[in-house]
C-alpha cells in the first residue's frame, strides 16, 4: 500500500533540527566523523621483480608465501609520523586475492590447512590495503570490477557470455597476466553476474547454509566498508563530480535495465532463502555449498608439498565432483516449507550480523539517493521500494529492521524518516499527518502516538506500535523527551486504541488465533512506549 498524503520529503529534516538533504548527504557513512577522515599512504607500482616473484607463488598455488611477501612489501616503511609510499601489486592481483579470500576450494572445501590459512591471509592483506591506502589510493575501483562474463552453463546453460553493463576490466598485457584459473575464468569477478546477486547469494546463504555464510559474511562486510569508504573519501575530498565515479555507482549502475535496477539491487538486499530469491540469486560456484567426503579430506590433507620432487600436493590436481557431498544445510527444505516457530527473531533475515549488513547497504543507498538523486534516485521513490521489501516482514524481522538499535547504522535523520515513511502507510486514516517529515514531540503525540492502524489486524497494529516507539525512542535519545500530562494521555489513547482495535477482529469461534503471538509483541511495545514516557517524567 503507498503511504498516504505527503510522503517524508528529501529534507529528511531529524528531530527537532534543520538538517537538510546535502547535510545528510555530507555526514559520514562510516565512523569517521568529516573532519576526521582517515589520512592514507601515497602508493607505488610493485617493482618488476617483485612481480614477477609474486606471480610466480600464484600461479604454483603456493598462496601463502605470495600473500606473507605482498603483506611485508605493503606495511614496510609505515610509520605514524612520516610514512613512506606503500608498494602494491597491479589490480588484477587484487582481483585475485579477493577470490581467494571467498573460494570454496579455500575455505569450506580446503583439502589443507595450508589453504585456510592462504584465504584468511587474502582477507588479512585486503583489510591492510584499505587501511594503508585506502580504497581511492589503492585502486580498488578497478580490482573489484566484475569482468562483464557471467558464465550460464554454471546454472546449465549454454556458456554463453552475457553483458553485465558494469565493463570490463582494465585491460592485462599477456607477460602481466597470472596463469591460473582462479585468477580468469574461475574469479569471483567472472563468475557472479554482478555485485548485487553476489549480495543476495550472500544473504542466502545467511538463511540456508551457515558455512558458506560465515565467510561470505567476512568478505561481504569487508566489501560495504570498502563501498562506504570509499563515498565518504571522495565526497569529502574529491567533490560531487568524482561521487559518480564511485564503487558504489559502478555497482548501482551495473546489470539490469534503469527501469528494474531499484528493484533489483532491493531483491538482493531482502534475499530471504526461498526459492525464488534463490533462484534470482543462486551459487557462484558450482556446487559451492557442497562439502568434502570425510574420508577424502583425510587422505588429500596427508599430503605434502615437494618442490624439489614436483609434488605439489593437492595444488595441481582438479577437484573431482565423486569427492564431494551434501551438506546437511543442504538437505534442509526451503523456509516457505517450514512450519515450526523460531526461537531466535533475527533467523527470518539469517541472524544479526545479517541484519546489520542489510541495513548498512540501505544506509548507503539513502545517501547516495541524497547525494545523487538524478544519477540514482530521488528519496522517496527509494523509500517506496524500501517499504515494499520492510512493511510485509513478518514482526520479529520487522521489529529487527525498524528498532533504534540496529537504525544507528543510519543517520539520525535517515532513521526517522523511514519510520515514519513506513508508519505512514499503517495509521488510521484519522491521524493528522504532518506535511513533512519535520519531528519534534508535539508533532509526535499530535500525529503518531495517540493512534491506531488503518486496520484491524494485530499485525498492522504491532507494527505501528513498534514504529510510534521507534520515533519515541529516537527522540529521547537525541533531543530528550520532556514529560507532560499530554504526552502521558497520547501515549496510554494510543496503546488502548491499538488493542481495541486489533481485538475487534473476532471469528465465530472466538478471538483471532493470531492473537496469542503478535499480542505478545504489542503488549511488550505498549510497555516499553510507556517505560520510556516514564523515565521522562522529573
Known amino acids: 500500500m503507498q503511504a498516504k ?13 534543520s538538517q537538510s538533504a546535502k547535510e545528510l548527504d555530507a555526514s559520514p557513512t562510516t565512523a569517521y566523523s568529516a573532519g576526521h577522515l582517515p589520512s592514507y599512504r601515497a602508493v607505488k607500482n610493485l617493482p618488476y621483480e617483485l612481480r614477477e616473484h609474486c606471480m610466480i607463488y600464484l600461479e604454483e598455488g603456493l598462496h601463502c608465501q605470495a600473500l606473507n611477501l605482498l603483506t611485508s612489501l605493503l606495511t614496510s616503511g609505515f610509520t605514524s609520523s612520516s610514512p613512506l609510499p606503500a608498494f602494491l601489486p597491479p589490480p588484477h592481483y587484487l582481483a585475485l586475492i579477493a577470490t581467494l579470500a ?22 588479512r592483506y585486503l583489510r591492510l590495503v584499505l587501511k594503508h591506502a585506502g580504497p581511492v589510493n589503492g585502486n580498488l575501483n578497478d580490482a573489484f570490477t566484475f569482468n562483464s562474463l557471467s558464465f550460464s552453463s554454471r546454472r546449465g546453460g549454454s556458456g554463453r557470455r552475457r553483458i553485465t553493463g558494469e565493463g570490463a576490466i582494465p585491460p592485462v598485457d599477456d ?4 596463469d591460473t584459473e582462479l585468477a580468469n575464468a574461475g574469479s569471483l569477478w567472472a563468475h557472479a553476474e554482478g555485485f548485487w546477486h553476489v549480495v543476495g547469494w550472500c544473504f542466502n546463504c545467511s538463511i540456508l547454509h551457515k558455512r558458506r555464510w560465515e565467510r561470505w559474511n567476512a568478505w561481504l562486510t569487508y566489501m560495504i566498508e570498502v563501498l562506504e569508504v570509499d563515498w565518504d573519501a571522495r565526497e569529502h575530498g574529491e567533490g560531487h563530480e568524482s561521487r559518480e565515479k564511485s564503487l558504489i555507482m559502478k555497482y548501482i549502475n551495473s546489470g539490469a535495465t534503469t527501469a528494474g535496477r531499484q528493484r533489483h539491487i532491493l531483491r538482493a538486499v531482502f534475499a530471504d532463502g526461498r526459492t525464488k ?3 534470482e540469486f543462486g551459487e557462484i560456484w558450482k556446487n559451492e555449498t557442497k562439502e568434502l567426503k570425510k574420508d577424502v579430506d583425510v587422505t588429500k590433507a596427508e599430503k605434502k608439498i615437494d618442490i624439489e620432487a614436483d609434488n605439489y ?10 569427492d564431494l557431498t551434501d551438506s546437511p544445510e543442504d ?3 526451503p523456509p516457505e516449507q517450514m512450519t515450526e516457530s523460531i526461537p531466535n527473531v533475527a533467523d527470518d533475515l539469517g541472524g544479526m550480523d545479517s541484519v546489520n549488513l542489510r541495513l548498512r547497504l540501505l544506509s548507503l543507498l539513502s545517501k547516495v539517493s541524497a547525494g545523487l538523486p ?13 517499504l515494499e521489501h520492510i512493511r510485509s516482514l513478518p514482526i520479529p524481522a520487522f521489529f529487527l529492521i525498524i528498532s533504534p538499535t540496529t537504525l544507528r547504522v543510519f543517520a539520525p535523520a535517515a532513521a526517522s524518516s523511514l519510520a515514519q515513511y513506513i508508519l505512514r502507510s499503517l495509521i488510521a486514516a484519522s491521524a493528522p499527518l504532518p506535511l513533512n517529515d ?24 504491532t507494527k505501528v506500535s513498534l514504529c510510534v516507539e521507534t520515533l519515541l525512542r529516537l527522540l529521547d535519545h537525541h533531543i530528550g523527551l520532556a514529560w507532560t500530562p499530554g504526552l502521558q494521555e497520547a501515549a496510554e489513547a494510543g496503546i488502548k486504541a491499538r488493542t481495541a482495535k486489533a481485538k475487534k477482529k473476532q471469528t465465530k469461534r472466538g478471538t483471532d488465533r493470531d492473537w496469542g503471538g503478535d499480542g505478545t509483541w504489542l503488549a511488550a511495545s505498549a510497555e516499553r512506549i510507556r517505560g520510556v514516557v516514564g523515565m521522562a517524567k522529573p
Open 5 to 17: 498524503s505527503l510522503p517524508p520529503t528529501s529534507s529528511l529534516t531529524i528531530l527537532s533540527s
Open 102 to 123: 571467498v573460494h570454496p576450494t579455500l575455505t569450506t572445501r580446503a583439502k589443507t590447512l595450508d589453504r585456510v590459512q592462504a584465504a584468511n591471509l587474502a582477507l
Open 175 to 178: 607477460d602481466e597476466r597470472i
Open 277 to 279: 530469491s534463490v533462484a
Open 313 to 322: 600436493g593437492d595444488y595441481m590436481e582438479d577437484e573431482d565432483d565423486e
Open 331 to 333: 538437505l534442509s527444505p
Open 374 to 386: 538524478d544519477d540514482f534516485t530521488d528519496l522517496n521513490t527509494l523509500y517506496d521500494n524500501f
Open 438 to 461: 519535520n519531528i519534534s514531540q508535539d508533532i509526535l503525540g499530535r500525529s503518531y502516538l495517540p493512534f491506531p492502524a488503518n486496520t484491524t489486524s494485530i499485525v498492522d497494529n
